[in-house]
Every structure is written in structure tokens, then in C-alpha cells.
């Protein structure tokens, strides 16, 4: 038998998936992609975490082999877990995905703040500077009140 046999596992590396992380590409995830920092946290971290534990004593040495165990499988059940909202979303109809979208755009400079509803008590809000604090553009301007009595608090 000459050359490499092929079955119909075997696909050819895509430019994009050579350059992925090793971590991401032996638990084969396809809709998280962790850069390359965070499968470095995700499994050389894990691996740092469960020593130093297991170095202060407070679990057994078996934990530097299961906990990147249990992160490498939360990892992937969260790919897991996106695959199946994907999936869900895309059955969504266009229409509806229309109007989410158009109600759930941000509205900028329209929102009404009562101050007066919402103030400190004890404390004054004004839109406008006094003529003892320093100009400033920003408002509102917070103050406290004199104190009256004049004793401590």
C-alpha cells in the first residue's frame, strides 16, 4: 500500500484551522474559538491552579491530571451549548429577527433623568454652576447643603 490512505474521517487542514490554537483544535470546537492567551489560561492555568493546590495541601496531586480534565470538558460542552442556540436562532424567522433587531437597537441622548425623584437626601443636584464653585462645562453640578447648626456630624 503506497502513499496515505484516506478514510471519510480524514479531511484536509483548512488554512484557517492550521493556525488555530492546539488546544481548540483537540477538542475540536467550532463555534468557541479561544485565541491563543486563552487556551493558555484554559489548560497550562489549570494545570498551575490544581499544583498550587495541590501544593498548599488542600486537594490530592490527582487534581493537576482532572481539573484541565473539567475545564477542557466545560470548554467544550459551551461549544456544545452555542452549536444548539445557533442552530435554534437560525430557525428563527427573518421577519422576527427584523423586529428583535430594530427594538433592541440602543437609543442615544433620549432618555429623561428625574433628578429630583432620584436625589440624595442631603445632597442638592443643579444644572447650573454657583458663583462660588469654578466654571465647569460638565453639568450637573452636585453640592451639599450649609450645615446650619454648625456642629459636627
Not at 441622548?109 to 428625574?114: K, S, W
Amino acid at each position: 500500500m503506497t502513499g496515505v490512505s484516506r478514510g471519510s474521517w480524514a479531511t484536509v487542514v483548512a488554512d484557517e484551522d492550521r493556525y488555530r490554537p492546539l488546544y481548540a483544535r483537540v477538542l475540536g470546537l467550532r463555534f468557541v474559538n479561544p485565541g491563543g492567551v486563552l487556551c493558555f489560561v484554559f489548560f497550562e492555568g489549570a494545570i498551575a491552579l490544581a499544583a498550587l493546590l495541590a501544593l498548599a495541601e488542600l486537594v490530592t496531586w490527582w487534581a493537576v491530571l482532572v481539573l484541565p480534565a473539567v475545564v477542557a470538558v466545560m470548554v467544550k460542552l459551551n461549544d456544545l451549548v452555542v452549536a444548539r442556540v445557533v442552530r435554534s436562532a437560525a430557525l428563527v424567522p427573518e421577519q422576527e429577527r427584523d423586529r428583535f433587531r430594530q427594538q433592541m437597537e440602543p437609543v442615544v441622548g433620549t432618555a429623561r433623568v428625574d433628578w429630583i425623584r432620584h436625589s440624595v437626601p442631603g445632597v442638592v443636584v443643579s444644572s447650573h454652576p454657583t458663583p462660588d464653585s469654578p466654571v465647569d462645562p460638565l453639568p450637573p453640578v452636585v453640592q451639599r447643603p450649609a450645615r446650619q447648626n454648625g456642629g459636627t456630624t
